[in-house]
């Protein structure tokens, strides 16, 4: 069974310049949750998607933003970077519910701004 | 408002030794689930192991156990027999009543030395 797949794994932009990131969940897999990952602020929420609806959202500015497609493939996009979006960007998909699942992380996304 | 507190910033243990990670908890969700996750340096999280608010007994995979004390809010990790394979981070997570989000600590750095 394949895992968490995320695409690319090494990116380096300069500010100003957006980006988007992909995520392909396990199969079956339709909750798909983002992370951002930095050494200042650790391990905060995105964003989660379920059935190609934002379902829940963390405190973070318009310039990131989402999205899920039918066959539960998520992208992230952020837009107008900055120094501070240099980060490790996390994918975690989960079957539908109960609330119990275990969360199954992808190997993430570095993403460098320059 | 979910909190993780994990007090320890890096931990180290001789190979082959147990060894205990300590997590705390603040949340006024009645029902919720604690989770460890495992961050080895190529940054996929890996999951270890669950509990529930209402599992009477404290969880428990292979060499990981989790010691969950409800009244003291309180969900450490004990890694028996440890191995040179172990170092990594170590993080605490809990979900509460958002379904599909995780609330994570700092995290701990596992070193164990032969």
């Avoid at chain 1, 988007?20 to 989660?48: A, D, K, M």
């Avoid at chain 1, 079957?95 to 275990?102: D, L």
């Avoid at chain 2, 009477?56 to 060499?63: H, I, K, P, S, V």
Wanted: hydrophobic share 30%.
């Amino acid at each position: 069974k394949a895992g968490v797949t995320q695409t690319p794994r090494y990116l380096i932009k300069t500010r100003g310049q957006q980006v988007t990131l992909s995520c392909s969940p396990i199969s079956g897999h339709r909750s798909v949750s983002w992370y951002q990952q930095t050494p200042g602020q650790g391990l905060q929420f995105l964003f989660e998607y379920f059935s190609e609806t934002q379902r829940n959202k963390g405190n973070f500015p318009g310039r990131f933003s989402g999205r899920q497609f039918s066959n539960s493939r998520s992208e992230m996009n952020v837009s107008t970077l900055e120094l501070g979006d240099s980060a490790l960007y996390l994918c975690a998909t989960a079957p539908e519910n109960p609330w119990a699942n275990v969360l199954t992380f992808g190997a993430g996304s570095r993403l460098t701004v320059l | 408002a979910q909190k993780i507190t994990q007090t320890q910033p890096g931990m180290f243990v001789q190979e082959k030794e147990a060894v205990t990670l300590d997590c705390t908890y603040d949340t006024s969700d009645p029902s919720y689930g604690l989770f460890w996750y495992k961050q080895p340096s190529s940054g996929e999280m890996i999951f270890l192991i669950y509990q529930g608010s209402y599992d009477q007994q404290n969880a428990t995979e292979g060499r990981y156990s989790l010691n969950f004390q409800k009244a003291r809010k309180s969900a450490n990790l004990v890694i028996s027999a440890s191995q040179l394979g172990d170092s990594a981070m170590y993080f605490c997570a809990m979900r509460g009543s958002t379904l599909g989000r995780l609330y994570f600590g700092r995290g701990t750095q596992l070193t164990v030395w032969p």
